[in-house]
Structures are given as C-alpha cells and as structure tokens.
C-alpha cells in the first residue's frame, strides 16, 4: 500500500519535475562548466603570457647588442599591449566566430566586437560550433577568448626578431595591429575555426592538423619575418663587423621561460584536463630536448664546439616544431619530429641563410618559419588517429592536407606582410636613419640606456 501511494505521488509530480528542465535543441549545449577544466586553462593562460613577457622578450634581449636591448624589450611589451586591444575589439571575432553566408570558411563576422556578448559564468550557447561544440564549452567563453588572446600576442611578436636594431617603432606598432587583423585571425578561422576551409578539409582531403599553431603561429609568423627583413634591408656592418649577442645569460633564461610556458601553449590546447593534455605534455618535453641535442650536436660536428646560443635555439626549434603534432603524435614520433626540427634549423639558421644572404637577425624564419613546416609536415606523417578520434590519422592524405595548409599560410601572410609593409614606408617609412642605427635604438627612439 505503501509503495502504491509512493508510486501514485511519483506520477503526479512528474509534469512538475519535467517542466523544470531546459530544453535543448542540440544536446552539447548542455554540457556543464568544469572546474578541472577551467583552472587548468586559466594556468595556461598564464603560462602561454609568460611566453612573451618575459619569456620572448628576455630570448630575444639577449641576443641583440647592448645599444639595443631595451628596443627590443620594449617591442615584445608593446606588441602584448597592442595586440591585446585588437584582439578584444575585432581580432576575436574574426577568427573565433562562425561567419556568415558564403565568407563563413574565410572569415569569422563581428557578433563579438568588443567582445560583446561574453557575460556570466557559463559558456554561450551562441558558440557552440567552437572547436566542434565539444570541449570549449567546459569552460567559461572569456576564459576561451583569453587563451586564444595569448597566442594572437605572441605570433606578431615573433616576427619582430626578424628586423631586430633597425625598423622605426612607430612603423612597427602600426604593422603589428594590421598584421594581427589582416593575416593573424583570418589564418586562424581557416585552420581553427569549425566552418574554417583548412580545418573542414577541401579538395577531397582531411583538416589541417595544426594542435597548437604551427601554421596558424609559427609559419605565418616565420615568413612575415623574412618579408619584413628583405624589404628591410641588412643592417649596417652585417657581414663585416661582428655582431655578438651581448648577453647570453638573459637569452638562457628566456629560452627556459618559452620551454615551461610551452606546456600552456600545447597542453592548454586540448582546453581541458585530460589525456590528451596529458600527452601532448609529454611530447613536447620529449620533443624539445631532441631538438636542443640534435642542434647541438650539429653545431659541434660543424663548428667544433656546442654553445649556449646553439642549445637554446635548438630547443626553441624543437618547440615549435612539436607545436602542431602534439595533439596528434605519440612519444616515439615525437623524438625524430624534434631531432628534424634541431638539425634542420641549425642549417637553415646558418648554411641556408647565408647562401642566400639575408639578413634575419634572431633567426625568426630560420627557427620558426622551418622548424613550423617541418613540425607541421611531420604531423601528417606520425598522426596517431585515437589522439583525435580517428579524425585526423598519418598517411598520404594527411600529409597533403598538411602541405596545402603550410603553402596558403606562406603566400598569405607573406603577401599581406608585403603589402602593408610598402603602405607604412610610403606613409611614415619603415627603417631608422643611418644615424640612429649607429647610435642604438635604446637612445635613438626611447632616449634610454643600458648604462
């Protein structure tokens, strides 16, 4: 009798109790915010920050000559704060949003400008095509926005090693905020974005395989560079005088900085705590010692003695390289990608740029714009399919997708870094004058010194 009633009040209340629950017409909007989830990508915010203030700045610092050290540190300061503002005012909404008609795989639309639409706690059900509609909504939207500001930071500040002790500083702020619009957040709707035409695939091939931006970051910043420094020209003395890094130490210790901040770039990535945060942890630790011992060794066998500045772009090589696969590759796979990444950007940085005759100061093109496509390249050979779910597996399919994904990113980038950096010299020119390369940039444009 007892159980009876129980069973007739149960029915009675069950109107009541459905009518208290939501409705939704696609069922992974209802995915709840993680905690676990949501600290670890607000560490790696964090981290991936770390990366360029102090990180790159200290990296490049170090390798410059004294006369312009505080340039240097003052370009990586206010690319992060310029870049910041374009990101929050249109760069999001470009690259992250899902686009409208026929744009849609190009370009994102500006239902975010000024990030509007980004309130409370919980992640808009507006976004759910976001990285599939899966992962990104365990965490809050802004917390999303904010790791993805931290990468648009870094990529236009790679570029400025390129041109190190000679472009104006005005030039370079107004490149920087068009660079970000106009080549950083299109490449990364194409590449990460769901209705992105790289990511979706064309062509009868898979997605792009880009884990944590090799094309999107580092390719796309690696031939900016070298655009920038053609056009740029060589600074005075290259080749004649000799022009040593005046500080090492700071450079090591940037270098250190990039590899512990590299584990929110390419963990973070996966925007969850997971295994596969787990792994592509893994990886990249593996990958990048690799690569600091296979351009050292290089080094050694070339020049007779392994060096400090060897070994710490080897591991920036290594670092870069395994950005795009660490999502996709195991262990095994992730040592040969970081040997390639060492001993090919050893050659690019030395024999490869001297062949040529350009004059890339720190190297961007040589670490980032090689170490990307050979990182790149290789996630289409060692993809291990269930790191994925079986979307993105090495072969000859995944291998040519990787190949049209780095060709679009290398005459993209490289024609818009040319067109703006023509508009600016036409305008307000690019380079300092003879004198103030001579004097250094710390008094000539900031009126400081090192003492």
């Not at 490049?60 to 992060?80: C, D, E, P, S, W």
């Not at 630790?285 to 050694?300: D, I, P, Y």
């Not at 392994?306 to 999502?327: N, R």
Request: aromatic share 10%; with cysteine; net charge neutral.
């Amino acid at each position: 009798m007892k159980s009876s009633r129980l069973k007739t009040g149960a029915l009675a209340l069950l109107p009541l109790l459905m009518s208290a629950v939501p409705a939704f017409a696609d069922p992974v909007v209802a995915t709840k915010i993680d905690s676990g989830d949501t600290a670890w990508m607000l560490t790696s915010v964090a981290l991936v920050l770390m990366m360029t203030i102090p990180g790159l700045a200290l990296f490049y610092a170090g390798m410059v000559r004294k006369k312009n050290i505080l340039a240097t540190l003052m370009q990586a300061f206010a690319i992060t704060c310029l870049v910041t503002i374009t990101w929050t005012v249109i760069g999001y909404s470009l690259a992250f949003t899902a686009g409208t008609g026929a744009s849609a795989p190009y370009i994102g639309d500006l239902s975010r400008l000024m990030l509007n639409g980004i309130i409370g706690p919980k992640f808009d059900p507006k976004m759910s095509f976001l990285l599939g509609g899966t992962v990104a909504q365990t965490i809050p939207e802004s917390v999303f926005m904010m790791f993805q500001m931290t990468f648009a930071i870094i990529t236009p500040a790679l570029i400025a090693g390129a041109f190190a002790d000679r472009m104006k500083f005005s030039a370079m702020c107004v490149f920087m905020v068009g660079w970000s619009i106009l080549s950083y957040s299109p490449i990364a709707h194409w590449v990460w974005a769901p209705t992105g035409w790289l990511g979706a695939g064309v062509f009868g091939l898979p997605g792009a395989a880009d884990f944590a931006g090799g094309t999107v970051v580092h390719i796309n910043a690696g031939i900016a560079g070298l655009v920038a420094c053609l056009l740029l020209g060589k600074r005075i003395g290259y080749g004649t005088e000799n022009m040593p890094p005046y500080n090492l130490s700071l450079a090591l210790i940037g270098a250190s900085l990039l590899w512990v901040g590299w584990f929110g770039f390419n963990a973070g990535s996966a925007v969850a705590s997971d295994g596969r945060a787990g792994m592509a942890m893994t990886v990249t630790q593996v990958a990048t010692a690799a690569a600091a011992l296979g351009w050292m060794f290089a080094e050694w066998l070339t020049h007779g003695k392994p060096t400090v500045l060897g070994i710490i772009s080897g591991a920036v090589a290594g670092l870069v390289a395994i950005t795009p696969a660490s999502g996709f590759v195991l262990p095994g796979a992730s040592i040969i990608i970081g040997v390639a990444a060492g001993v090919g950007c050893f050659l690019a940085a030395t024999k490869m740029k001297a062949f040529f005759g350009y004059d890339d100061s720190l190297d961007t093109f040589g670490v980032h714009g090689i170490g990307g496509i050979i990182g790149a390249l290789l996630t289409g050979i060692f993809a291990y399919g269930p790191l994925s779910g079986g979307a993105n597996v090495g072969g000859l399919k995944q291998f040519e997708a990787q190949c049209l994904a780095v060709c679009v990113t290398l005459v993209w980038s490289g024609l818009v870094s040319f067109v703006l950096l023509k508009v600016i010299d036409l305008v307000i020119g690019i380079r300092v004058t003879e004198e103030q390369e001579r004097m250094g940039l710390d008094e000539a444009l900031h009126g400081e010194s090192m003492g």
